[in-house]
């Protein structure tokens, strides 16, 4: 989705509708950049109180799977899921969603390694790039919702052939991509709110700037 539009809230949903509807419960793990973590804590504690949730990160983290599994919920970054991939891969998991999928565009990367390691019952990207690069990251998101299940671009195709594969691919992942704008789902959304406010310096800040604005000249 584009940015804005609540990929968060919408995937918080998800979980707690799986926890709910699931015969066989299990913690679900969301995994995204550690600048976000405190926001998916955040998001979560506001819009499902109802879930244990659990930010493993830091030196505040879970040592087993038993522990993993007494949680609904368990919020980690891409850096820590390397650094304790063995933890979370002996982890029965209901769903893992990974933020900001662009992270795992290239599947050769520890962070993909990492994030397709993982054991679950269902799995989700989450990401307003897609495709970034080239056809090539969409098929190491796709590797990783469904390892095996679209056949892959010939590396040695050309010209018109690549073209043909890459549009037969693009065709073939289609129905597993949700994708909205801004312009459609604009009819849902508030009126934005925009607001000035002028805030005084202090002091050492209008020193700072000071100094900061010479240099610059």
């Known amino acids: 989705d584009e940015m804005g539009l609540g990929k ?3 995937a918080l949903a998800l979980i707690e509708a799986l926890k709910m509807q699931s015969r066989s419960q299990g913690p679900s793990l969301v995994v995204c950049p550690a600048s976000l973590i405190e926001n998916w804590n955040r998001e979560a504690d506001r819009f499902c109180p109802g879930l244990k949730t659990f930010a493993h990160h830091g030196g505040n983290r879970l040592s087993s799977p038993k522990e993993i599994a007494t949680h609904d919920l368990v919020i980690t970054s891409y850096g820590t899921l390397i650094r304790d991939d063995v933890l979370f891969a002996a982890a029965p998991l209901l769903c893992v969603v990974g933020d900001e999928a662009q992270h795992v565009k290239n599947r050769r990367t520890r962070n993909a390694k990492a994030l397709t390691s993982l054991q679950s019952r269902g799995r989700f990207l989450l990401t307003g790039t897609p495709v970034e690069n080239s056809i090539e990251d969409l098929r190491s ?3 990783f919702l469904m390892p095996g299940a679209l056949q892959p671009v010939p590396p040695n195709s050309r010209g018109d052939e690549r073209f043909w594969h890459e549009k037969r691919f693009l065709a073939q992942a289609a129905p597993y991509v949700l994708r ?3 312009k459609v789902v604009a009819p849902e959304l508030p009126d934005k709110i ?8 202090t002091a050492e800040q ?6 900061a604005k010479s240099s610059a000249e």
């Open 141 to 143: 998101l796709v590797n």
């Open 180 to 182: 909205r704008n801004k």
């Open 8 to 10: 968060t809230v919408q």
């Open 194 to 201: 925009e607001q000035v406010v002028y805030v005084d310096m």
């Open 206 to 211: 209008r020193k700072t700037y000071a100094t």
